[in-house]
């Protein structure tokens, strides 16, 4: 099956600076989501993006489907982004969704 | 919109009992739900998929007469642990999804803590 790779697993941020998250693929996908897990377990949908780029506020996102990875930035970081950030991805029609191992972020004021 | 509802947010029971868990998509009809398992520290593991009216596609190594998954209507998932052990204590995560690609939407998951 498709191999999912994030990178750095962890990554220590002091309030108001920018960072880069990186998800590789190994293979050619349908469809590509990041997440956010806050500490209290949930999962924000952050953005479905196979390919291009899209912006939400101090989130960017943007996915080289030809070159396999995506790139999530977040600018001015801020306490409430600590948490784990997923990248997913479908292969072939059947919609499930293979999740990479997650980035810790962990935002200090 | 695309609000997906998760229930009960927390369950702490004795070994033996069966565990009901329900998942509604509240403002989207779901043509494809999802049953996700996640240890601490750990990433997401698919378990099955159900797909309206139909049996569940449950994924390697996921016992079926343990994990007992109903998706009735177009709103609407369940997925029972039958005969609940410690082992099977974990954070189960629902999504869904309107359409085959379409982005999935996640509940805010089940904390199953079994004594």
């Known amino acids: 099956g498709i191999q999912v790779e994030q990178s750095p697993p962890d990554l220590i941020l002091q309030e108001g600076a920018n960072s880069t998250l990186r998800c590789n693929f190994s293979d050619s996908v349908n469809n590509l989501q990041w997440f956010h897990q806050n500490p209290w377990g949930q999962l924000i949908n952050l953005f479905y993006?196979?390919?291009g780029t899209k912006q939400n506020g101090r989130l960017s996102a943007t996915t080289v489907a030809t070159e396999r990875y995506s790139l999530l930035y977040i600018s001015s970081s801020q306490t409430t982004d600590s948490g784990v950030y997923f990248c997913?991805?479908?292969?072939?029609?059947?919609?499930?969704?293979?999740f990479g191992k997650g980035i810790t972020l962990s935002v200090r004021p | 919109g695309a609000v997906v509802s998760q229930h009960p947010s927390r369950v702490i029971c004795k070994s033996g009992t069966s565990v009901k868990i329900e998942c509604r998509s509240l403002?989207?009809?779901?043509?494809?739900m999802f049953w996700y398992r996640q240890f601490p520290k750990q990433s997401l593991m698919l378990m099955a998929t159900?797909?309206?009216?139909?049996?569940?596609?449950?994924e390697q190594g996921v016992e079926k007469d343990k994990f007992l998954i109903n998706h009735a209507s177009l709103t609407l998932s369940t997925l029972t642990v039958t005969s609940a052990h410690p082992e099977d204590s974990s954070f189960y995560i629902c999504s869904a999804s309107r359409a085959a690609l379409e982005p999935q939407h996640f509940g805010d998951g089940t904390r199953l803590s079994i004594l």
């Open positions: 159900s797909n309206e009216g139909s049996k569940a596609t449950y």
């Open positions: 993006i196979p390919s």
């Open positions: 403002d989207f009809q779901a043509t494809t």
């Open positions: 997913a991805v479908v292969t072939g029609a059947n919609s499930k969704l293979t």
